[in-house]
């Protein structure tokens, strides 16, 4: 989207209004086994609860946040509304995951914080996950393969979030410790009436014989329709999200 200069500066004003005021908050979706829908986990997903313009999904505003660094003050505060939100959930599920800005690893010490957030609000880190990004896998893999390992010996495992849509190779991913690979909505979308070009179930097949070779959960992100679902599951996956299943809400509408 194009924003001139103005725009960009009410923007990044607002979010950090909207820091003072507590204005961002977690809804929820669910992450289901397709076999019989049963719930895995949930994904808390970010919303800015905005004066004017009503409930704001991050395509409004990331980018910006994103561009101006506030996404970590953004992120941080998104956490731990998650987690208090979210100890009702965890009880019901797996897991509860947390999506993370590529910016929260620039600093080594990610995993100490949120450990440190874990424990303060007493959340049982078995109990939580971090969808990360091939970006932030990359841009400095040593590093990123410390903090995750560090965080999965704690208890809080990894998931891939949009595989496919990033630097992908599937060549890199075993270097990481990931518990999950999430299949990019892009990837899902050729289904949406069942059968689909011969490509489209060859890169699933691949990324599915991967997470075998890999002992790595896979998810399919973006689920709308039974077909997809069908098509999904007879190719051999196992979990998925998406609006056949639940579109995110407040915790409250969980429980
Ligand atoms: P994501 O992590 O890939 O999350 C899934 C997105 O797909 C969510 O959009 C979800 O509402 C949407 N979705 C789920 N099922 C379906 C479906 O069946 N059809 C369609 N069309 N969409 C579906 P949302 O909530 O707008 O979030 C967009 C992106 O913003 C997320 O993509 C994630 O990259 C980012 N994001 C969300 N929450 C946070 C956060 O707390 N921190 C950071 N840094 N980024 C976040
Ligand atoms: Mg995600
Ligand atoms: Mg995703
Ligand atoms: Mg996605």
């Known amino acids: 989207m194009h924003r001139n200069a103005m725009d960009v500066l009410d923007l990044e004003q607002g979010m950090r209004d909207a820091l003072g005021r507590d204005e961002f908050e977690p809804w929820f979706q669910p992450l289901v086994r397709l076999s019989d829908g049963a719930i895995q986990g949930y994904e808390a997903l970010l919303r800015w609860n905005h004066p004017e313009r009503g409930m704001l999904a991050p395509g409004a505003f990331l980018g910006v946040a994103e561009d101006s660094g506030l996404i970590e003050a953004i992120d941080w505060r998104m956490f731990e509304r998650a987690l208090e939100a979210g100890k009702a959930l965890a009880g019901r599920s797996r897991y509860i995951t947390l999506n993370a800005s590529p910016r929260l690893f620039h600093r080594g010490d990610f995993d100490q914080r949120l450990l440190a957030l874990a424990a303060r609000l007493e959340f049982d880190p078995c109990l939580l996950r971090i969808e990360v990004t091939e970006g932030s896998l990359l841009r400095d893999p040593e590093a990123m393969v410390g903090i995750l390992q560090r965080l999965a010996d704690a208890g809080v495992e990894a998931a891939l979030d949009d595989f496919g849509t990033g ?7 075993h270097r990481f410790p990931l518990r999950m690979i999430k299949i990019d909505r892009s990837f899902v979308i050729p289904f949406a009436e069942g059968a689909a070009p011969r490509r489209s179930s060859a890169l699933i097949e691949a990324i599915l014989a ?7 959960e896979i998810m399919a992100e973006g689920i709308e329709t039974p077909a997809q679902c069908g098509a999904l599951q007879s190719m051999g996956c196992v979990f998925g999200q998406g609006y056949l299943f639940g579109r995110p809400a407040p915790a409250k509408d969980w429980i």
């Open 210 to 216: 991967l997470g075998r070779a890999l002992d790595v």
């Open 167 to 173: 630097y992908s190779s599937l060549g890199h991913v």
